[in-house]
């Protein structure tokens, strides 16, 4: 692949050991035929997870080592395959949502977000502009929470160059907690909040509100500092530059989407060049980087998350009056039926494009069909195609900067 | 802190034990390095995170910054064989379930198991999914059940101090009560999604390997048996879906 040949030879001209040189000179081929690599070589197989603390949830991965080179990395999903996307065919339209919680686990706001906005598509219900400003504003916080969550657990995989890793990912926490704090004065729950309905938003914002975002969100414009701080140093960037290069060609073949394309330097996003809610609104500037490296998709998921600090204080700020739900109250499951029709709705997740087609059908009490489009599932497409030419440490923290969430990789 | 029980009548069988009695002037000490070990043991729960979904996540919040379980001494080390607690959090599916159950194995005794969450209690409304197992105690004998979906951090502190209980109870060789099985309540939906034994599955668009079969044998799922010589193909062929208008 065009991709892999492109891997910085830069950071793997210094290394002169031995057991960094490949028994033969080969070209990285995600269908590598084994028998064909090198008699000489002896290569090593080696089962990484599925249980694995550098795996974020329970992802395996085969690989086939020459020395200390990874000649090839064979993927393994489905230890966390739930059936949800048949459980969706059994439930009614409002029983769906707290399912999808379940599925991006660190973004659950924004899978209610995509469902919901499917069914009031087919249903032809308008939803009012204060929800949207709230969802937005969910939407965008969110988006902070799940970009620091995965800064401080991609510390923790780079580990022993971070100090043991575990300093940043304590202060990634701190300051996830202040949002989910938020989350929970708004919803009553951390975790699954169940906030979205068909028509708008269940939960209204509360008085005094407001203040308490800004105060939040001041609190953590100012610790971004502090990261910046305790990463940018020589290791860090050692072990993060040139490692896992993603060109643009390879991200668009691969159906990479969010920060991961960004970073291969292709300008797209969706809540600039498809907006929903009301991003048409709002000014986005899109975060683009060059590298395509895993610190270039740090530098982007850092910059994101100053840019929704800054979407979020709009949206506060200009929060419209009115109703919050155009609909009744939900009285039974039978209140919504959609009978015909078909309709896909994709949301910029904070992991990329979180697509929902839904097939309306039969007697309209459930979905005929419902496929979910994860972004995660896509990012770990690319492993065959990054591992490769790179070591074991520099695997794990490639697998990081893909940020992977099993539970919607596997659904 | 409570008053330590009358250990008069204790027959004590460590070999510790037998040195201290045998040595003459440090019966007295008995006692209290008893105490000092059942502290030790209480308080270095050294933590193995079976964590495949959300509440994996909650997890995580509860080893961070705000609820900090190290003040108790649990660490999270990240292989079976240093620790003494396996948290299972999250959904455990029938795919994953072996290999839970090998890293349970690899854990040193004495040990202790922790469900955590409402999926690995009894898997919630995803009990009856083809793929999904009923609970983790159908594979792993469970000490203590945190239900929530997913517990608070805070819970989550609470469930280990009533396993610090437990460990006192267990090295003062006292009776340890089990912990009840929270239920699913009454008004819980769970969907059914046929199961590998499910007869009412379709014999002959997707027959079951006799790999898969032998998987969900070996795993014994409580209160699920597999009926012997399931025959796929006589199985009755379930009616076919409506066909959506478009």
């Given at each position: 692949m065009a991709s892999?040949?492109?891997?910085?030879?830069?950071?793997?001209?210094?290394?002169?050991?031995?057991?960094?040189?490949?028994?033969?000179?080969?070209?990285?081929?995600?269908?590598?035929?084994l028998a064909t690599y090198a008699a000489a070589a002896d290569l090593l197989t080696l089962s990484l997870g599925p249980q694995h603390p550098s795996t974020h949830g329970v992802f395996r991965v085969v690989l086939y080592l020459d020395g200390e080179l990874i000649v090839k990395a064979v993927p393994h999903v489905g230890y966390l395959h739930r059936g949800v996307e048949k459980l969706c065919e059994k439930l009614s339209y409002s029983n769906v949502t707290p399912i999808l919680d379940k599925n991006d686990y660190v973004a659950p706001m924004c899978n209610e977000q995509a469902a919901n906005m499917v069914f009031e598509q087919?249903?032809?219900?308008?939803?009012?502009?204060?929800?949207?400003?709230?969802?937005?504003?969910?939407?965008?916080?969110?988006?902070?929470?799940?970009?620091?969550?995965?800064?401080?657990?991609?510390?923790?995989?780079?580990?022993?160059?971070?100090?043991?890793?575990?300093?940043?990912?304590?202060?990634?926490?701190?300051?996830?907690?202040?949002?989910?704090?938020?989350?929970?004065?708004?919803?009553?729950?951390?975790?699954?909040?169940?906030?979205?309905?068909?028509?708008?938003?269940?939960?209204?914002?509360?008085?005094?509100y407001p203040a308490l975002v800004h105060q939040s969100l001041d609190l953590i414009e100012a610790r971004l500092l502090e990261y910046l701080g305790m990463l940018e140093h020589p290791i860090f960037r050692d072990r993060t530059r040139g490692v896992g290069t993603v060109d643009a060609e390879l991200a668009l073949e691969l159906g990479l989407t969010g920060p991961l394309l960004r970073a291969s330097g292709i300008d797209h996003d969706l809540r600039r060049d498809a907006p929903y809610h009301v991003y048409d609104l709002l000014d986005v500037n899109v975060i683009c980087d060059d590298g395509g490296d895993c610190y270039a998709r740090y530098k982007v998921r850092l910059q994101e998350i100053a840019e929704s600090i800054r979407l979020s204080r709009l949206l506060i700020d200009n929060l419209p009056a009115g109703?919050?739900?155009?609909?009744?109250?939900?009285?039974?499951?039978?209140?919504?039926?959609?009978?015909?029709g078909q309709a896909y709705v994709a949301i910029e997740s904070p992991r990329g494009e979180l697509g929902t087609w839904l097939i309306a059908g039969g007697k309209g009490m459930n979905p005929y069909r419902m496929k979910l489009r994860p972004p995660s599932l896509h990012a770990l497409a690319a492993v065959p195609y990054l591992f490769p030419r790179h070591t074991l440490s520099d695997a794990v923290a490639i697998l990081g900067s893909l940020d992977p969430i099993m539970g919607e990789a596997d659904r | 802190m409570s008053k330590p029980p009358d250990e008069s009548e204790r027959n004590y069988e460590h070999p510790l034990y037998d040195y201290m009695l045998r040595v003459p002037g440090l019966d007295v000490a008995v006692t209290s390095i008893d105490q000092l070990l059942t502290w030790g043991a209480t308080h270095s729960l050294w933590i193995f995170p079976m964590a495949t979904s959300c509440c994996g996540i909650e997890f995580m919040a509860a080893a961070a910054s705000r609820v900090d379980l190290d003040r108790m001494g649990a660490m999270i080390r990240g292989t079976p064989r240093q620790c003494d607690v396996m948290v299972v959090a999250g959904t455990i599916t029938v795919k994953m379930a072996p290999r839970v159950k090998r890293l349970w194995d690899q854990m040193p005794e004495?040990?202790?198991?922790?469900?955590?969450?409402?999926?690995?209690?009894?898997?919630?409304?995803?009990?009856?999914?083809?793929?999904?197992?009923?609970?983790i105690d159908t594979a792993i004998p469970v000490d203590v059940y945190?239900?929530?979906?997913?517990?608070?951090?805070?819970?989550?502190?609470?469930?280990l101090l009533r396993l610090q209980d437990k460990v006192r109870l267990r090295r003062a060789g006292l009776p340890v009560p089990s912990d009840e099985r929270p239920e699913v309540h009454d008004r819980t939906i769970v969907p059914t999604i046929g199961r590998y034994e499910d007869r009412k599955r379709r014999g002959g668009a997707d027959p079951i390997s006799e790999a898969q079969l032998e998987s969900a044998r070996r795993l014994l799922v409580r209160g699920f048996p597999m009926p012997e010589g399931i025959d796929a193909a006589a199985t009755p062929v379930a009616p076919a879906k409506e066909e959506p208008k478009l």
């Open positions: 892999t040949a492109a891997v910085s030879s830069k950071a793997r001209a210094s290394s002169t050991e031995a057991s960094l040189t490949p028994t033969r000179a080969f070209v990285p081929d995600p269908y590598l035929d087919l249903l032809g219900v308008e939803v009012p502009l204060r929800a949207k400003f709230v969802r937005t504003l969910l939407a965008e916080l969110q988006r902070i929470a799940s970009h620091l969550l995965w800064l401080g657990t991609f510390a923790m995989d780079l580990g022993g160059a971070l100090g043991g890793g575990t300093s940043v990912f304590m202060y990634c926490f701190r300051e996830r907690e202040l949002i989910l704090d938020l989350f929970e004065e708004l919803t009553g729950c951390r975790f699954h909040y169940n906030t979205h309905c068909i028509g708008g938003n269940r939960h209204d914002i509360p008085a005094g109703p919050i739900c155009s609909t009744k109250p939900l009285s039974g499951v039978t209140q919504f039926k959609i009978t015909s | 004495p040990k202790w198991c922790v469900a955590m969450g409402s999926c690995a209690i009894s898997g919630d409304f995803y009990r009856d999914i083809y793929s999904v197992v009923p609970g945190i239900p929530g979906c997913p517990p608070n951090p805070e819970t989550v502190m609470a469930g």
